[in-house]
């Protein structure tokens, strides 16, 4: 059987264990997934593309199948391009439901032969997001429990550098 490849997009900004766990689950399923941060000049970032990929690749090092690219347009394309067969994203709590709902139908109808499938995060990480890291730094907040240690480096490394 050919091998099954699914994208997992998402922005990153940054990359925490709760998107961990939702790649380690999705790696369970499909034999390899590409980690796809989307490059969306609306959405105003903490860390470059540059920066969210090279931070997802030193956390992701010992997990086999992963690769990460940055992409800019719509992620179906991606998909089709490569010949991914789904899409992967993360259920934390219900009001993730809505906005993935709609997201998953409008890929749907953009490409119909590629399905969004949704992986249940761990209960530990239902409350993370990375917005929430981001504000609990910027307040000096311990985010250890939430992103892996490259992670809580590079947020130190910004606050330095926007505090001097
Ligand atoms: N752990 C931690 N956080 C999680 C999470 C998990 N398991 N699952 C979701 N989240 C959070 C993220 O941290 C982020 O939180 P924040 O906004 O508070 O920082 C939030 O959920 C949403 O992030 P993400 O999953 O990255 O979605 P997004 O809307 O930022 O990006 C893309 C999704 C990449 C698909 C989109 O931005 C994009 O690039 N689209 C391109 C165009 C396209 O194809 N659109 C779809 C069809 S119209």
Redesign the pocket.
Known sequence: MAEQLALY?????PF????R??LERALRVFDQVEV?????AE?ETLFTTEERTALIRTCTESLTGVSIVS???????RAEVKGASALV????QVS?FD?EFR?AF??RK?APDIETVFFM?SEE?AL???????DAHRWDGDVSKFVPPPVVEALDRKKTFHDD
């Open positions: 997009p998402g922005t990153f900004d925490t264990y709760g998107h766990d939702i796809t941060v989307g490059i969306n959405k992409h800019e347009g719509l992620i179906v394309d994203r993360g259920l934390r993730d906005a997201m409008a890929n953009l995060t990480y993370i997001s990375s917005s929430m890291v981001r």
